[in-house]
């Protein structure tokens, strides 16, 4: 074997690994973002379900407000209800955005990270927010679904309206 034949014989193995090398890389990469992208599925499903039960029961309300317009506690009660139930909706449409607004494929390990702890430190901020007006937003709703569902107005029926007051505060301690 004469040193070209060598030469040409190394520089051929030396592509192939270099091939190989790169076919790994990014087969262990793709591992790597693929199970990113698993975990970052799960909160996103959870927020997009989110997003849709918050549309339908906003509608609910929206047709209660009309049903009981000329009553103006329950109107009232459930103008509320709507303006929290909508700031809900707007703040899981905003986080399911942010979720999908991540790049798993084409970001590298450390942009993805830093991707990921933004979109914590939202989701953290938001969860804040809710958890803060949930009690209003159960008494809101618990008051709206008597109504609604039991043909029950709260407001005519103080102790009934306490132990549901009570039990809306407990409820939203509950679910946080």
Not at 105 to 132: G, P
């Amino acid at each position: 074997m004469e040193l070209d034949d060598l030469k040409a014989v190394w520089l051929q193995h030396d592509k192939k690994l270099t091939d190989n090398l790169r076919i790994n890389e990014a087969l262990l990469r793709k591992m790597n973002l693929d199970k990113a992208k698993r975990e970052l599925n799960t909160p996103l499903v959870f927020e997009i379900l989110n997003t849709a039960i918050g549309f339908i029961g906003t509608l609910f309300i929206i047709g209660f407000m009309i049903k009981h317009v000329h009553e103006s506690k329950l109107f009232v009660t459930a103008l509320v209800g709507m303006a929290l139930g909508t700031f809900y909706l707007v703040l899981s449409i905003i986080k399911s955005n942010r979720f999908l607004k991540i790049d798993t494929l084409n970001s590298s390990i450390v942009k993805l990270q830093q991707d990921v702890v933004s979109l914590k430190i939202m989701v953290l901020r938001a969860r804040k927010i809710e958890v803060a007006l949930m009690p209003l937003f159960v008494i809101a709703i618990l008051v709206i679904a008597f109504k609604a569902f039991r043909n029950i107005n709260l407001f005519d029926r103080p102790g009934f309206f306490l132990i549901e007051m009570v039990l809306g505060v407990s409820l939203s301690f509950v679910l946080m």
